[in-house]
């Protein structure tokens, strides 16, 4: 076939596979389906007509379709990168990390399970040798999401599945591919592949792929920035990005080419929307998904033309062994959601997945065209006995079409009879409200329209002069018989969802640094679908996860305390304070908006109601920043500084954008101006860096413990100290464990709790040394009740201390004996304070939703403490 023709048969079947889509929605059915059930019968009418000359099909056309040259590399090096990248470009991973555990299982986990659960079933019936039966089971151990996630947005799945549902397909490949490989080369070689050498393979190679994609991410991302805004640049090389990773990763560097692209995919998603503008990032998500749709049409119909050529030794005993493959695959699936996935959220590593949602994900569980792909690997391997290709390449096509034709067919009804197509009771009263109030101001127009052109109702008496009229919007029930509960849910969800859009106006005016409006992003849609679910107190729960620290920061926080490494811990906490302060300033704005437009609709006590519960988020978030305020004050006014500096350029640009069209200044005059703002620079737009004060030298400096030591004295005591940070909450001490080291307080606050008294220590003091010097276990409890610099000294270092300085030794014996008394004697908690923590202080001006408690109250105590 020349190239011309190639040309035409391609273009057809893209058309063809185009108009499948609106054919699949009418019949709604899967469009893989259709379009492999169009390849598969072009396939056989050519082959029937090469046996019987023109047949079906023109003699000369079907042998030229038979001939065409499709291979496995055909679709591992043309089609699949296209289809890993575009999924990847469309991960959200600050959503995927709430479900990352259950996503690995899926991924991985139930990839091994499955092909050494379905080998060992098939393997006694089969007759063929264990290696071939583990090599099948590697290739049908892969899923294809596609028909799934075209079901799912048809019936309006819950969004939670179809992320779990995505996220299994884009890592499972690799761990398939790497399994398959390895069996390959056992059956081709035995006894070449040892233990050993397969686990340093399954770890090694997923490894150098996640290096390798990070890397062509990064190398992308620095070429943005010298390109600019220029889309057409922009495209192409996101297009050679894929391709390059992957031959890169199998050809030059040996690695999973697959996890080479996924990782490259996702970490464009999570880096590049914060360094191109909005319509930069839309033009290319829109020219993946094209490229993805395309590659998606044209794998299923190519590998379906193949198929009278892969199912060529299909025997009746086939049908046995896909009946065994099929059950086989089903239960070790099931064992994976249904065993494994309870046990994560039993141990709580992972929050719980429905029953319902597993099934769906059990019998969502299609193979596709990754499975076809490697059959067609195994059969073009000559180096694999013609016998073991031919079981292997039957089965795993049998067993795709199978799930495609069971499982895909019934999935939809599946989905249905278990009601997660049906909206939540929060997301009906939502419809009915926005029923009701659309209703309403069509009928204001259609009567005011009647008026106009002098028509009287249909019928005086109708108090709806629009009733008569075709089309009109059916009226919802009245916010009235909507019960409280629902409506102040309903108010809470709209307002969430406002503050989304707030949060992607403030990015986009460039008010809000990238990583932060992402991250704020993805917990507003946390939060929206918390308070969908769960109403107030689902809102509720997202306000205590807002001020939570995330398991990134445990980390950090982990190295400081264990290495000493306080670098990521100022970046993390850095980026935390400043989401603090963008999300108190946007749940400030947020109350016209509720009095404004919530207000007419849902009634003044609803917006009461939901106003109290965003009153008590923005008292939790007044009181965060209190206690960074009062321990970094300094960094808070340089913070709040960047935000107004950052407010007043986007009022310039806009300004400037607005004379423009308005025809005031000219595109030559806005160019020149624009140019001048971005000579500026915007170092004084970026956030401040963030010095924890953990420097050994100063804290000692700045401890009145340690103010009549001698600079050489202080010098020498600088080693044996290490700095400690601790945050409100932490528990640096528990009573009953040994004592190992005692601490000295350079800044912030710690409450002691003895079990009869309350004591506070702030600045100068020192706690732990008791279990030291009378050779006992911890009397009290300690925590942190502000953000506090430490000094640890171990028990041991605290002896030589101690005995090099025979003042300071009895000062501290003095005080560790006093204490002892006071423990024994007051009950009472020292200072009068409450048992709550944070510093005085309120960001800017920003509206308040009703009357709260002051936060200042709460920590007033801790600052005194601190003032000590």
């Not at 239960?331 to 929050?351: D, E, H, K, N, Q």
């Not at 050779?775 to 201390?801: E, G, K, N, P």
């Amino acid at each position: 076939m020349n190239v011309s023709s190639i040309v035409v048969l391609i273009a057809s079947l893209v058309a063809f596979g185009a108009l499948a889509r609106p054919l699949a929605s009418r019949l709604r059915l899967p469009v893989s389906i259709l379009l492999a059930a169009g390849g598969a019968t072009l396939g056989f009418a050519c082959h029937y007509s090469l046996q019987v000359p023109g047949a079906l099909v023109p003699v000369e056309l079907a042998a030229a379709i038979v001939d065409l040259p499709i291979g496995s590399s055909l679709f591992l090096y043309v089609f699949l990168p296209t289809l890993i990248f575009q999924s990847a470009l469309e991960v959200d991973l600050h959503r995927v990390r709430e479900d990352l555990l259950p996503i690995l299982l899926l991924a991985l986990v139930a990839v091994f399970v499955a092909t050494f659960g379905v080998a060992l079933f098939l393997w006694p019936v089969s007759g063929m040798p264990l290696l071939a039966c583990l090599l099948l089971a590697s290739l049908v151990a892969t899923t294809d999401p596609v028909a799934v996630i075209a079901i799912f947005r048809d019936v309006g799945a819950p969004e939670r599945l179809t992320r779990l549902v995505e996220g299994e397909s884009l890592f499972n490949d690799a761990a398939a591919i790497s399994l398959a490989l390895i069996f390959s080369a056992a059956i081709i070689a035995p006894g070449s592949v040892g233990v050993a050498e397969a686990i340093r393979d399954l770890v090694l190679l997923p490894i150098g792929g996640v290096l390798l994609g990070l890397g062509a991410a990064w190398l992308f991302i620095q070429l943005l920035k010298l390109i600019g805004e220029d889309r057409v640049t922009t495209a192409s090389l996101s297009l050679a990005l894929p391709y390059l990773c992957f031959w890169a990763a199998e050809r030059l560097l040996h690695v999973s080419g697959v996890v080479a692209v996924a990782t490259a995919g996702v970490a464009l998603a999570s880096l590049a929307p914060g360094r191109v503008t909005g319509v930069l990032w839309r033009h290319l998500s829109d020219t993946w998904q094209q490229l993805a749709s395309w590659s998606s049409i044209l794998i299923f119909v190519l590998t379906s033309l193949l198929l009278p050529r892969m199912l060529s030794d299909l025997r009746p005993f086939d049908f046995v062994l896909l009946l065994v493959v099929f059950v086989a695959a089903l239960l070790t699936r099931a064992l994976v959601l249904f065993g494994l996935l309870p046990l994560l959220t039993r141990i709580g590593l992972s929050s719980s997945v429905s029953v319902p949602y597993r099934l769906v994900v059990l019998w969502g569980g299609l193979r596709g065209s990754m499975t076809l792909a490697l059959a067609l690997a195994v059969m073009e391997n000559p180096a694999i006995p013609r016998p073991i290709a031919a079981f292997v390449v039957t089965l795993a096509t049998g067993f795709t079409l199978l799930t495609l034709l069971v499982q895909g067919t019934t999935l939809r009804p599946l989905i249905e009879r278990l009601g997660l197509d049906r909206l939540s009771e929060v997301d009906r009263a939502v419809r009915d409200l926005a029923l009701d109030v659309a209703g309403g101001r069509v009928s204001r127009v259609a009567a005011k329209m009647r008026r106009r052109f002098g028509h009287a109702p249909a019928d005086a008496s109708d108090p709806d002069p629009a009733s008569d009229i075709t089309g009109i919007l059916p009226l919802g029930p009245s916010a009235d018989t909507v019960p409280q509960g629902a409506r102040t849910a309903i108010a809470l969800v709209a307002l969430t969802a406002r503050e989304r859009e707030t949060i992607l106006e403030h990015f986009a005016s460039g008010t809000v640094a990238p990583p932060v409006a992402r991250r704020l992003a993805a917990d507003a849609r946390r939060r929206l679908d918390l308070a969908r679910l769960g109403g107030m107190e689902g809102y509720r729960a997202a306000n205590e996860a807002e001020v939570d620290f995330a398991t990134v920061d445990r980390l950090a926080f982990a190295l400081q305390r264990r290495l000493g490494y306080s670098r990521l811990l100022s970046q993390r906490l850095a980026g935390r304070f400043e989401m603090l302060i963008e999300s108190l300033l946007v749940v400030g704005s947020l109350q016209r908006i509720a009095e404004q437009e919530l207000q007419p609709v849902l009634g003044p006590a609803t917006v009461a109601e939901a106003g109290r519960v965003m009153a008590e988020r923005q008292a939790l978030l007044e009181r965060e920043i209190a206690a960074v305020r009062l321990q970094y004050p300094a960094y808070v006014t340089a913070l709040e500084r960047c935000f107004v500096e950052r407010a007043a350029r986007a009022v310039e640009m806009v300004e400037i954008e607005r004379l423009r069209r308005s025809g005031v200044i000219s595109s030559e005059v806005e160019r020149d101006v624009l140019a001048e703002l971005s000579a500026r620079g915007d170092t004084h737009l970026r956030r401040p860096p963030l010095d924890l004060g953990l420097d050994t030298a100063t804290l000692i400096e700045r401890s009145e413990l340690f103010a009549d030591l001698s600079p050489r004295e202080r010098q020498d005591l600088a080693p044996l100290m290490r700095p400690f940070f601790a945050e409100p909450g932490m528990r640096i001490i528990s009573r009953g464990e040994i004592g190992n080291a005692a601490y000295f307080i350079s800044s912030g606050a710690v409450e002691i709790d003895t079990g009869a008294s309350l004591v506070r220590l702030g600045r100068g003091d020192i706690f732990g040394e008791m279990a030291l010097l009378f050779d006992q276990r911890r009397q009290a409890d300690v925590t942190a009740i502000a953000y506090c610099a430490l000094l640890r000294l171990s028990a041991a270092d605290f002896q030589r201390f101690l005995a090099r300085h025979p003042a300071l030794r009895h000062r501290i014996e003095a005080l560790a004996l006093r204490r002892r008394e006071e423990n024994a004697a007051s009950p009472a908690l020292a200072g009068g304070a409450g048992e709550d923590s944070a510093a005085p202080g309120r960001v800017g001006s920003v509206e308040s939703f009703g009357e709260v408690e002051d936060p200042e109250a709460h920590f007033l105590a801790a600052a005194e403490a601190v003032e000590r």
